[in-house]
Structures are given as structure tokens and as C-alpha cells.
């Protein structure tokens, strides 16, 4: 009797030690998150530590984030035979970031995501003067934007599926913007092969925001083939048409009868090379969709026939900037070897309009204090047998 209350005892404090099961994100005796693993990734010249933390789903999705520019250096999804590969475009080596990651490859942008025209705009009678890096242009922020920036990361611990919390807080007049901005963006893997990403921002004083995520896909796996052959729809009737540096010039065009019309899908690559004024302006496609509807809903979808891979991008933002990597040369190596030649990796960035500021017949991009900027976007991975 008296050895049967030991036992008890025994098994009662151990089921109260380490649980009688396990649940998502639960920590686990060793210290980690389940389905989150956290390890270093680089040093930066001046010392700093860069950290890496790989968000994993019941499925065997892996998600890699790093803390230099919040970016996501690997995302994997299945083929039609169970394989998962690395389906977005980096550098093989940390360096290849954070030596000023021409491409953006997979960084949050910000303050501003896309262009804004002679790097100027007025908000309440004041003229504000930010970073030129683009040509006359400020582009994706500035010269230091929200991807080269150090993101405060962590692990969201009661989360239902793993989640990232990235923070981090922009100075008043930081690259030229005006007002103390205060950025959260959570990243959440799911368990349906979803990637959510979440942003919320508030600010001190009147400004401008545009916050967007910059990934390249090539849903082959293989970095060194072009995207030209995913099939690609976009829920969009109209596409702004741009000007030589690449702002646009305010029409809202109707994208029927043009190489532009995505309505029903078709390879990207169909009518890439047309001899169209706008597809010679941007090298390719590089524009933004007028998306159709209104709220959280499904605004493209791409599908690679060789392997199966399909993408569907969801989105509460209005337009969405589809990127054929027409500005990639070649210069640096993929992670699947060779280079990251011309349009081998496309990105769909969802967004409030390119120049918004500068246009008022564009949806606002304004942030007054008291108000809190919220967006949200998902890549769901699926496949097609």
C-alpha cells in the first residue's frame, strides 16, 4: 500500500512536469518552441549577431526568418509527389544580404513599398524630402529601408500555429519621413501549407506607410529555370500604366486586349515579349493591378504544370505589384547552383498604390496618430495531381 502511494505520487508530479500531451507551439522541456528552432545565421562586419528562426508545420513546410530585414530566407512546399523544395529565390551566403541585397530578396519593405515620384510628397502643406535610390525616384523605403533594418523577433508562444512577432520602431525623419513609426508584423506558418503575414502600424505624427513583402517564387524549385512558364491569374480588370522611371502616370487602365489581361489564367511568359509600350518600359512585366473586391479574398493564383506547385495569394490590400525579375543579371549564385539570371523568380507584392502620396485619386496611404495601419496577406501552397 504504502509503495502504491510512492507511485502515485510519483506519476501524478510527472504528468504535472512535462503535461500528459503536447500542443502546438507548446514549450517543450528543452527550452525551445515546438515547431519553432532558433540558431545563429551570420555576423554582420561591425559585429552584430544575426539569428534565424525556422517555422515548421505538421506537414514537413519549413519557413526560415531572419532578424536583419525581417526576410524570409527559405520557404518550401511539396511537389505532386510529396517532395518539398526551396520555392523562393536568396543568396547562398548571409553576406549576400546584408551587403545591400540589391534584389530585396524576401525583406518587408517599408516605410513605403514601391515608388515615389522625384523621392518627394505633401502631407498638410509640408514638403518632405526622402532618400532618392531609384533614379529620380525613392524606391522600397529609401536607401535604408525597412530591409536593411535589425527586427526585434518573438516566438508568439500561445499562438495556435507557429507565429513570429518582428517590431520594430523607425525615428522621426528616417530616410525623410516624418513621425516615430511603430511596425509589428507577425508571420504564421499553418498547418492547410498557409505563410500569413500580419502588419500593424501607428505613428506620432501625420505620414505615409505602405508596408509589403518582397519575396521571389519560382515554384519549379530549380533557381536557374525562368518563370515564363507558370501559369498565372490575377483578379484584376484595370493595371496602372507607368512612365519611363516608372511611376505611373494615373490612368487606370483597362487590362482587356492587352498583354496585361490576367483574368483567365495563362503562362507569363504568352505575351511578355509583345510589342507593347509598357511591357518596354518596365523590361517585362513590373506594374500594379487595380485588384477587384474588397476585405481579405483570393486575388491570384499561379501553378507550375512540371511540378505540380500551386500559389494562391490572398489579400485586404487593393493592388498588388506583379514583378517578372526583369532586373535580374546574373550576378550572384542561386541556391540550387548557376545564377540568378533574367526572370527566374517573380514577386507579387500586395500593396496600396505605387506614388499614392504624390496622386490624390489613388486610395490614401496616410497614418495619423490615434490610427492604427493594419494589413493582411497569405501564400496558401497546395498541389495539383
Known amino acids: 500500500m504504502k ?55 505538421k506537414n514537413g513546410m519549413k519557413v526560415e526568418v531572419i532578424n536583419f530585414g525581417g526576410i524570409i530566407t527559405s520557404l518550401t512546399a511539396p511537389d505532386r509527389n510529396g517532395k518539398y523544395e526551396d520555392v523562393v529565390l536568396g543568396f547562398t551566403k548571409p553576406e549576400g544580404y546584408f551587403d ?49 533594418r535589425f527586427w526585434n523577433i518573438e516566438v508568439v ?31 504564421t506558418l499553418t498547418d492547410d501549407n498557409a505563410l500569413e503575414i500580419s502588419y500593424e502600424a501607428e505613428t506620432d505624427k501625420p505620414t505615409v506607410v505602405n508596408l509589403t513583402q518582397h519575396s521571389y517564387f519560382n515554384l519549379s524549385g530549380n533557381f536557374t529555370k525562368t518563370i515564363t512558364d507558370h501559369e498565372l491569374q490575377i483578379n484584376a480588370d484595370h493595371f496602372l500604366p507607368v512612365n519611363e522611371t516608372l511611376i505611373p502616370t494615373g490612368e487606370q487602365k483597362a487590362v482587356k486586349g492587352t498583354p496585361f489581361d490576367f483574368t483567365v489564367s495563362k503562362p507569363i511568359g504568352k505575351d511578355i515579349s509583345a510589342d507593347d509600350d509598357q511591357l518596354k518600359k518596365g523590361k517585362g512585366y513590373d506594374h500594379n493591378w487595380i485588384l477587384n473586391g474588397k476585405g481579405l479574398r483570393s486575388i491570384a493564383k499561379v501553378y507550375h504544370q512540371g511540378t505540380g506547385r500551386s500559389m494562391e495569394v490572398f489579400t485586404d490590400e487593393p493592388g498588388v505589384q506583379f514583378y517578372s525579375g526583369n532586373f535580374l543579371d546574373g550576378k550572384f549564385d542561386t541556391k540550387t547552383g548557376g545564377k540568378n539570371e533574367f ?43
Open 3 to 57: 509503495k502504491a502511494t510512492h507511485n502515485s505520487i510519483f506519476i501524478l508530479l510527472f504528468l504535472i512536469i512535462f503535461g500528459c500531451g503536447k500542443e502546438n507551439n507548446k514549450q517543450d522541456i528543452s527550452g525551445k518552441m515546438e515547431n519553432v528552432h532558433t540558431s545563429d545565421y551570420g555576423v554582420m562586419p561591425k559585429g552584430d549577431s544575426i539569428k534565424k528562426y525556422t517555422l515548421s508545420n
Open 100 to 148: 545591400g541585397n540589391p534584389y530585396y530578396f524576401g525583406a518587408l519593405i517599408g516605410r513605403y513599398g514601391n515608388r515615389i515620384a522625384n523621392a518627394k510628397f505633401t502631407l498638410d502643406g509640408k514638403t518632405y524630402e526622402i532618400n532618392k535610390n531609384d533614379g529620380p525616384n525613392s524606391l522600397h523605403g529609401g536607401k535604408e529601408g525597412f530591409h536593411t
Open 157 to 187: 508562444k500561445d499562438a495556435k500555429f507557429p507565429t513570429l512577432k518582428l517590431s520594430y520602431t523607425s525615428a522621426d525623419g528616417e530616410e525623410g519621413y516624418p513621425g516615430k513609426l511603430t511596425t509589428t508584423v507577425f508571420y
Open 343 to 385: 526572370r527566374t523568380g517573380f514577386c507579387l507584392e500586395t500593396q496600396h498604390f505605387p506614388d499614392s502620396p504624390n496622386q490624390p485619386s489613388f486610395p490614401s496611404t496616410e497614418l495619423k496618430p490615434g490610427q492604427k495601419y493594419q494589413s493582411k496577406t497569405i501564400y496558401k501552397f497546395s498541389v495539383k495531381k
